[in-house]
Protein backbone atom coordinates (compact mmCIF):
# COMPACT_ATOMS: atom_id res chain seq x y z
CA UNK A 1 0.00 0.00 0.00
CA UNK A 2 1.49 3.46 -0.97
CA UNK A 3 0.89 6.37 1.23
CA UNK A 4 1.12 10.16 -0.78
CA UNK A 5 0.89 12.97 0.86
CA UNK A 6 0.04 16.38 -0.53
CA UNK A 7 1.66 19.62 0.70
CA UNK A 8 -0.51 22.33 0.95
CA UNK A 9 1.50 26.35 -0.02
CA UNK A 10 -0.35 28.40 1.51
CA UNK A 11 -0.52 31.77 -0.51
CA UNK A 12 -0.73 34.86 1.48
CA UNK A 13 -2.52 37.73 -0.48
CA UNK A 14 -0.97 41.60 0.08
CA UNK A 15 -1.48 43.19 3.19
CA UNK A 16 -0.99 39.49 4.77
CA UNK A 17 2.21 37.71 6.12
CA UNK A 18 2.57 33.42 7.07
CA UNK A 19 2.69 32.49 10.23
CA UNK A 20 3.01 28.47 10.42
CA UNK A 21 0.73 27.52 7.77
CA UNK A 22 -1.69 30.65 8.10
CA UNK A 23 -1.85 34.00 6.18
CA UNK A 24 -2.32 36.19 9.00
CA UNK A 25 -3.37 40.28 8.35
CA UNK A 26 -0.97 43.01 9.24
CA UNK A 27 -1.44 45.51 11.64
CA UNK A 28 -2.04 48.83 10.87
CA UNK A 29 0.06 52.21 11.21
CA UNK A 30 0.41 53.43 14.56
CA UNK A 31 0.48 49.37 15.78
CA UNK A 32 2.78 46.64 16.06
CA UNK A 33 2.06 42.96 16.35
CA UNK A 34 1.29 41.20 19.91
CA UNK A 35 -0.01 37.80 18.84
CA UNK A 36 -0.68 36.44 14.85
CA UNK A 37 -4.39 35.41 14.25
CA UNK A 38 -5.15 31.93 14.95
CA UNK A 39 -7.53 30.90 11.51
CA UNK A 40 -6.26 31.22 7.88
CA UNK A 41 -6.95 35.38 6.93
CA UNK A 42 -8.02 36.43 9.87
CA UNK A 43 -7.17 39.60 12.08
CA UNK A 44 -3.61 39.28 14.27
CA UNK A 45 -3.55 41.12 17.85
CA UNK A 46 -2.14 44.10 17.08
CA UNK A 47 -1.32 46.90 20.23
CA UNK A 48 -0.64 50.84 19.60
CA UNK A 49 2.47 52.18 19.79
CA UNK A 50 3.60 53.76 22.95
CA UNK A 51 4.25 57.34 23.29
CA UNK A 52 7.76 58.42 21.22
CA UNK A 53 7.17 55.19 19.25
CA UNK A 54 5.86 54.95 15.97
CA UNK A 55 5.13 52.59 12.65
CA UNK A 56 4.01 54.82 9.61
CA UNK A 57 3.08 51.69 7.52
CA UNK A 58 1.31 48.71 7.88
CA UNK A 59 3.59 45.61 9.59
CA UNK A 60 4.08 42.62 11.57
CA UNK A 61 7.01 44.01 13.92
CA UNK A 62 7.14 43.09 17.20
CA UNK A 63 7.67 46.56 18.67
CA UNK A 64 7.20 50.42 17.11
CA UNK A 65 10.55 52.60 16.26
CA UNK A 66 11.53 55.35 18.78
CA UNK A 67 10.96 58.51 17.40
CA UNK A 68 14.03 60.58 15.97
CA UNK A 69 15.09 63.43 18.81
CA UNK A 70 16.08 66.85 16.91
CA UNK A 71 19.68 67.95 17.98
CA UNK A 72 20.02 71.09 19.94
CA UNK A 73 20.98 73.03 16.69
CA UNK A 74 17.71 71.98 15.14
CA UNK A 75 13.99 72.81 15.68
CA UNK A 76 10.87 70.45 15.11
CA UNK A 77 8.53 71.20 12.49
CA UNK A 78 6.27 67.97 12.45
CA UNK A 79 5.62 66.52 16.14
CA UNK A 80 6.30 62.91 16.66
CA UNK A 81 2.84 60.43 16.56
CA UNK A 82 1.74 56.54 16.46
CA UNK A 83 1.89 57.00 12.57
CA UNK A 84 5.11 59.08 11.99
CA UNK A 85 8.25 59.89 13.03
CA UNK A 86 9.29 63.67 14.66
CA UNK A 87 10.73 66.25 11.23
CA UNK A 88 13.50 68.22 12.64
CA UNK A 89 15.33 71.07 10.26
CA UNK A 90 18.08 73.76 11.48
CA UNK A 91 16.90 76.56 13.33
CA UNK A 92 16.46 80.19 11.64
CA UNK A 93 19.82 81.07 10.32
CA UNK A 94 21.39 77.91 9.94
CA UNK A 95 21.46 75.47 6.93
CA UNK A 96 22.44 71.62 6.51
CA UNK A 97 22.19 70.67 2.79
CA UNK A 98 22.66 66.72 2.93
CA UNK A 99 19.97 64.51 3.63
CA UNK A 100 19.20 63.21 6.43
CA UNK A 101 21.89 66.34 8.19
CA UNK A 102 23.50 63.93 10.06
CA UNK A 103 26.35 66.79 10.32
CA UNK A 104 25.91 69.94 12.49
CA UNK A 105 23.90 72.79 10.97
CA UNK A 106 26.18 75.23 9.32
CA UNK A 107 25.93 79.09 9.51
CA UNK A 108 23.50 80.58 6.83
CA UNK A 109 27.07 82.94 4.36
CA UNK A 110 26.08 86.83 4.50
CA UNK A 111 26.68 88.43 0.65
CA UNK A 112 28.72 92.13 0.44
CA UNK A 113 26.82 94.79 0.23
CA UNK A 114 23.30 92.76 0.95
CA UNK A 115 23.58 91.25 -2.46
CA UNK A 116 21.48 88.06 -2.21
CA UNK A 117 20.12 86.07 -4.96
CA UNK A 118 18.26 83.75 -3.10
CA UNK A 119 17.93 83.71 0.93
CA UNK A 120 19.64 81.04 2.95
CA UNK A 121 16.74 78.41 4.26
CA UNK A 122 16.49 75.26 6.45
CA UNK A 123 18.12 73.61 3.71
CA UNK A 124 19.96 75.16 1.36
CA UNK A 125 22.98 78.62 1.96
CA UNK A 126 22.34 82.09 0.69
CA UNK A 127 23.33 82.40 -3.11
CA UNK A 128 25.54 85.79 -3.75
CA UNK A 129 25.23 87.93 -7.04
CA UNK A 130 29.01 86.89 -8.25
CA UNK A 131 29.53 90.13 -10.10
CA UNK A 132 30.55 93.55 -9.62
CA UNK A 133 27.72 95.72 -10.24
CA UNK A 134 25.52 98.96 -8.70
CA UNK A 135 24.16 98.00 -5.53
CA UNK A 136 20.07 96.92 -5.88
CA UNK A 137 20.98 95.91 -9.45
CA UNK A 138 21.62 92.25 -10.56
CA UNK A 139 25.04 91.43 -12.00
CA UNK A 140 23.65 88.61 -13.66
CA UNK A 141 22.97 90.69 -16.57
CA UNK A 142 21.69 87.67 -19.25
CA UNK A 143 18.54 87.60 -20.99
CA UNK A 144 17.38 83.96 -20.11
CA UNK A 145 13.84 82.34 -20.91
CA UNK A 146 11.81 79.88 -19.06
CA UNK A 147 11.65 76.97 -20.91
CA UNK A 148 8.29 77.12 -22.57
CA UNK A 149 8.70 81.08 -23.42
CA UNK A 150 12.09 79.56 -25.25
CA UNK A 151 10.40 76.46 -27.52
CA UNK A 152 7.36 79.45 -28.22
CA UNK A 153 10.36 81.63 -29.78
CA UNK A 154 12.02 78.82 -31.53
CA UNK A 155 8.77 77.49 -32.89
CA UNK A 156 8.17 81.25 -34.04
CA UNK A 157 11.51 81.28 -35.51
CA UNK A 158 10.98 78.50 -37.27
CA UNK A 159 7.34 78.72 -38.68
CA UNK A 160 9.22 82.52 -39.97
CA UNK A 161 11.95 80.74 -41.85
CA UNK A 162 9.43 78.34 -43.77
CA UNK A 163 7.36 81.02 -44.36
CA UNK A 164 10.46 83.29 -46.15
CA UNK A 165 11.26 79.93 -47.97
CA UNK A 166 7.41 79.23 -49.50
CA UNK A 167 7.38 82.78 -50.52
CA UNK A 168 10.83 82.50 -52.15
CA UNK A 169 9.88 79.48 -53.93
CA UNK A 170 6.82 81.31 -55.16
CA UNK A 171 8.47 83.88 -56.53
CA UNK A 172 10.94 82.04 -58.50
CA UNK A 173 8.15 79.61 -59.71
CA UNK A 174 6.25 82.91 -61.27
CA UNK A 175 8.59 84.12 -62.48
CA UNK A 176 9.74 81.50 -64.31
CA UNK A 177 6.43 81.01 -65.80
CA UNK A 178 6.70 85.06 -66.70
CA UNK A 179 9.60 84.45 -68.58
CA UNK A 180 7.74 81.45 -70.45
CA UNK A 181 4.85 83.42 -71.56
CA UNK A 182 7.47 86.15 -73.10
CA UNK A 183 9.48 83.24 -74.94
CA UNK A 184 5.73 81.87 -76.45
CA UNK A 185 4.69 85.46 -77.35
CA UNK A 186 8.18 86.28 -79.36
CA UNK A 187 7.87 83.07 -81.04
CA UNK A 188 4.18 83.78 -82.23
CA UNK A 189 5.26 86.82 -83.96
Known sequence: VAVCSVNTITQCKIGEFKHENLCCLQCSAGTYLRNPCQENHNKSE??????????????????????????????????CSRTADRVCQCKQGTYCDSENCLERCHTCSSCPDGRVVRKCNATMDTVCDKFDSEPGQSGSQCFCFSKPLGIVVIIAAFIIIIGAVIILILKIICYCKRGENIQLSSTML
Do not use: L, W, Y
Open 46 to 79: CAPCDSEHFIDHKNRESGCFPCSVCRDDQEEVAK
